[in-house]
């Protein structure tokens, strides 16, 4: 399985980013896939996720009304639109999957069976 995330950036505070991650290497109907953060001397944070089957959706309440993360099935991309940016969104963004099995301890990281390389995320004030 590889993750590969795209689309990271520098924008100015206000700005729009769309970050992709494009997953390989098998089926994903019994999976989900997570985005997560981590800024620098900070703890990777969770921000947003998708099940693969049906597509429900979780944000986290700090990107709540600003993020929205959705899929493009025939490709397995997932995305996170990413709207009125702060600058305390600048961090390193990472693409994770999990089996759906865990999907009650989606924010917890330690779980997660593949992790994609991160894409930087740098919000100027």
């Known amino acids: 399985v590889q993750l590969q995330a795209s689309g990271g950036g520098l924008v100015q505070a206000g700005g729009s980013l769309r970050l992709s991650c494009a997953a390989s290497?098998?089926?994903?109907?019994?999976?989900?896939i997570s985005w997560f953060r981590q800024a620098p001397g900070k703890e990777r944070e969770f921000v947003s996720a998708?099940?693969?089957?049906?597509?429900?959706?979780y944000l986290a309440d700090s990107v709540k009304g600003r993020f929205t993360i959705s899929r493009a099935n025939a490709r397995n991309m997932l995305y996170l639109q990413m709207n009125s940016l702060k600058p305390e969104d600048t961090a390193v963004y990472y693409c994770?999957?999990?089996?759906?099995?865990?999907?009650?301890?989606?924010?917890?990281?330690?779980?997660?069976?593949?992790w994609g390389q991160g894409t930087q995320v740098t919000v100027s004030s």
């Open positions: 290497g098998r089926t994903f109907s019994n999976y989900y």
């Open positions: 994770a999957l999990d089996r759906d099995r865990n999907y009650r301890r989606r924010q917890y990281g330690t779980q997660y069976e593949y």
């Open positions: 998708l099940r693969w089957s049906g597509g429900s959706t």
